[in-house]
């Protein structure tokens, strides 16, 4: 997969399941300028200022909406097993068991990955992680990957659908993650889905995954690296443009 096809730019939510309520749709006009700027995080939490690697950027290629995206860059000689910045958004909803997220996501042409986290989907009791995966040298495709830190670190690849499916360095691509917690604990009746650029490339039915609900926050907090992963080589980013996020 190369880039997204035209038709999905200025799209912001495409596979968005039927009757959910949209909590968040953020399209990074403007950015918190001070610990009670709830209005420039546009909702979200305002100390995002805090963090002097976390920048608005101009680009005119943005697929979400706006010409503004936001950047989390990592220095050069970050230790693995960190973040440039963080950024989150709570979950009003106090009886949702399920949750959609739609994040617009490229990568710089020099990034590595190994188990690099983009964001954490968080509950009373539980977390999914989204991550992007490589073989950590700058050359080898990256690979999306869920990891389920609530059942035995399970990790979900997108394999089950469609297979072969990469992020290309440069390229925006359209990340869309749906997740069912089951109705009681561990009732096999959770599921997880993703799609890449607006196909369905993992369907997980019929899981027990467990939690009480609510759900808390989704948590934008990149960390570079995983357990074998040398520090960052050289300065690199990534970058995110139009969020939503809704639930039921």
Partial sequence: MSSPPSSLLGVTAPNAPSGFVTYSSRDFGSKASSGNDWAGAQGWAPYEELWPNLSLVSDATAPGSLSSVLRYSFPAGLPSGNGPALTHYDIPSKTARSVYVSTWVRFSPNFTASMNKIYYVNWTGGSFVMNVNEINDGTHNILPLALNLNVNHAAFQYSNIQTGQVLQRGKWHLIEFALTLSSASNAPDGSVKIWLDGSLVLNKPALPIPGTIPF????????????????????????????????R
């Fill in 216 to 247: 808390t926050e989704v948590r934008y907090a990149p960390v570079y690296g995983g357990k074998f992963a040398v520090p960052v080589r050289s300065n690199m980013w990534m970058d995110i443009d139009h969020v939503q996020i809704s639930g």
